[in-house]
């Protein structure tokens, strides 16, 4: 029987598939640290694989990684030892898009902010601490795939306007999430930022899009804009948001991605702001989510050990 490790959390639906299927190795299993010896393929969430285990995994044959990021993956050294890496795209869109929506509607009525000042027996001046409505404000959605149009159409729901931005994106001829979805596309960043009342946040994590918000779009940003990242750590350059924020220029920000640990170090900046509502790289956790997600990881990944290719390969 092939032999998979489990390198990360992952909810038992994928595991209590693969019994009788395959020889598991679970999650914190103190075998687990020799994987490299043994380990045919190995499911991960967001445990890095670096060049040095790709070269020290002497009969891995596979790697599948639960969700679309492929930031902690090199494979570049996948490829050069003949490695499959696969994802697994597509499972929790509707979640991570239901996670901007949430943050936003948040940020903007403030409910972070109430729900400390109420815990804290602190005096509330509720005119003084005025949200903001989103009916009829301008969304900004950058990254036009599963995740942007699902948040793209919540917040088209909600009476937002919407304007999108992808140089990748191609219109597919059937089924395409964006059909009806009104929006007006832009081919310019530059265009995008004076449009913006909420920015939101949906591509990866690559070194076209590191650091792709920093302080010069943050403050083309309308005034009193949110901005909201579900994405990637990074993508949003933290110092250059504190700034913008201390400043009074934006609103407020919701972050579920950070750039060095997730979550954020207790004494982070961006914590000490009260218009900042933080969560742990959270947007994909809901119960229904992880055992799909677990599931589909399983079946990807003995299906690549039987000779099949997955659904999503990426190296």
Same mark, same amino acid.
């Given at each position: 029987?092939?032999?998979?490790?489990?390198?990360?959390?992952? %909810?038992?639906?994928?595991?209590?598939?693969?019994?009788?299927?395959?020889?598991?190795?679970?999650?914190?299993?103190?075998?687990?640290?020799?994987?490299?010896?043994?380990?045919?393929?190995?499911?991960?969430?967001?445990?890095?694989?670096? /060049?040095?285990?790709?070269?020290?995994?002497?009969?891995?044959?596979? $790697?599948?990684?639960?969700? @679309?990021?492929?930031?902690?993956?090199?494979?570049?050294?996948?490829?050069?030892?003949? &490695?499959?890496?696969?994802?697994?795209?597509? $499972?929790?869109?509707?979640? $991570?898009?239901?996670?901007?929506?949430?943050?936003?509607?948040?940020?903007?009525?403030? &409910?972070?902010?109430?729900?400390?000042? *109420?815990?804290?027996?602190?005096?509330?001046?509720?005119?003084?601490?005025?949200?903001?409505?989103?009916?009829?404000?301008?969304?900004? $959605?950058?990254?036009?795939?599963? *995740?942007?149009?699902q948040a793209a159409a919540k917040f088209h729901?909600?009476?937002?306007? &919407?304007?999108?931005?992808?140089?990748?994106?191609?219109?597919?001829?059937?089924?395409?999430?964006?059909?009806?979805?009104?929006?007006?596309?832009? %081919?310019?960043?530059?265009?995008?930022?004076?449009?913006?009342?909420?920015?939101?946040?949906?591509?990866?994590?690559?070194?076209?899009?590191?650091?792709?918000?920093? /302080?010069? !779009?943050?403050? /083309?940003?309308?005034?009193?804009?949110?901005?909201?990242?579900?994405?990637?750590?990074?993508?949003?350059? !933290?110092?250059?948001?504190?700034?913008?924020? @201390?400043?009074?220029?934006?609103?407020?920000?919701?972050?579920?991605?950070?750039?060095?640990? !997730?979550?954020?170090?207790?004494? %982070?900046?961006?914590?000490?702001?009260?218009?900042?509502?933080?969560?742990? %790289?959270?947007?994909?956790?809901?119960?229904?989510?992880? !055992?799909?997600?677990?599931?589909?990881?399983?079946?990807?990944?003995?299906?690549?050990?039987?000779?099949?290719?997955?659904?999503?390969?990426?190296?």
């Amino acid at each position: 029987m092939k032999k998979i490790y489990v390198l990360d959390a992952y %909810h038992p639906a994928g595991i209590d598939w693969l019994q009788g299927r395959a020889e598991v190795i679970p999650f914190q299993d103190p075998r687990g640290q020799r994987w490299h010896e043994d380990a045919d393929g190995i499911m991960v969430r967001m445990r890095p694989v670096t /060049a040095q285990d790709f070269q020290r995994a002497r009969k891995l044959k596979a $790697v599948v990684k639960q969700g @679309v990021g492929i930031n902690t993956l090199d494979l570049d050294a996948a490829r050069a030892h003949g &490695i499959v890496v696969a994802n697994t795209p597509g $499972v929790n869109s509707e979640t $991570v898009a239901e996670m901007a929506f949430a943050l936003t509607l948040a940020v903007a009525r403030r &409910i972070g902010e109430f729900d400390r000042l *109420i815990r804290a027996g602190a005096e509330i001046v509720r005119p003084k601490m005025l949200g903001i409505g989103l009916e009829g404000k301008t969304v900004g $959605v950058i990254g036009m795939g599963n *995740i942007g149009a699902q948040a793209a159409a919540k917040f088209h729901r909600y009476g937002c306007r &919407i304007v999108s931005y992808d140089p990748y994106y191609k219109a597919r001829a059937d089924n395409d999430p964006w059909a009806d979805i009104p929006h007006q596309r832009v %081919h310019d960043l530059a265009q995008l930022w004076p449009l913006l009342d909420v920015l939101t946040i949906h591509v990866p994590y690559t070194d076209e899009t590191a650091n792709l918000v920093g /302080a010069k !779009e943050l403050a /083309a940003l309308k005034r009193n804009a949110i901005v909201t990242n579900v994405s990637r750590g990074g993508i949003v350059n !933290e110092a250059a948001l504190y700034d913008a924020l @201390v400043s009074g220029h934006l609103f407020g920000a919701g972050l579920d991605v950070w750039e060095e640990r !997730e979550p954020p170090a207790p004494d %982070h900046p961006l914590l000490k702001l009260p218009n900042v509502l933080a969560t742990p %790289h959270a947007a994909g956790g809901t119960v229904e989510t992880q !055992e799909r997600s677990s599931l589909r990881v399983a079946q990807e990944l003995l299906k690549i050990l039987e000779g099949g290719q997955p659904a999503s390969r990426v190296a």
